[in-house]
């Protein structure tokens, strides 16, 4: 499950929510470099790009999801706030449990090293050997 929630909520993939749902064109920025960056980050998520944990999202994509989601959770209180990041995250939730079902453990055991992100994935292998820095 730790595998799992490492990969949820890195920045990747909450850029990848956020560009999913649409939400950078409500991004209020004076930043000239942040549309063509953004527009980068799309492209390498796609097909033809690198896939997902080889992007570099710009920062301000993913802490507009992280806001998003504390601002519902101030405003709405916990169990609304729980729901809007159901709701908002549901895509990637549902994508994982498609991912993971079977009923062997140790085939989900490899599914779920297959989708963890790969600093994630090198601090696992390595244990208490090195330390990694810049963890998610």
């Not at 799309?42 to 802490?63: H, K, N, Q, V, Y």
């Not at 729980?82 to 549902?94: C, E, H, W």
Request: charged share 15%; net charge negative; proline share 6%.
């Amino acid at each position: 499950m730790v595998i799992l929630e490492a990969s949820i909520v890195c920045n990747e993939t909450l850029a990848y929510v956020n560009i999913l749902n649409g939400l950078q064109r409500y991004l209020n920025h004076r930043n000239l470099s942040l549309p063509p960056r953004i527009t980068e980050f799309e492209c390498s998520m796609g097909p033809s790009g690198r896939g997902l944990w080889a992007t570099d999202p710009p920062e301000s994509i993913f802490d507009m999801i992280e806001a998003m989601f504390g601002a519902v959770h101030v405003v709405g209180g916990h169990i609304p706030g729980q729901n809007a990041v159901s709701y908002v995250m549901k895509p990637i939730l549902d994508a994982l449990v498609s991912a993971l079902a079977s009923s062997n453990i140790d085939e989900m055991k490899n599914k779920a090293k297959n989708m963890m992100h790969p600093k994630q994935f090198v601090h696992e292998l390595a244990g208490d050997i090195i330390h990694v820095k810049g963890m998610i």
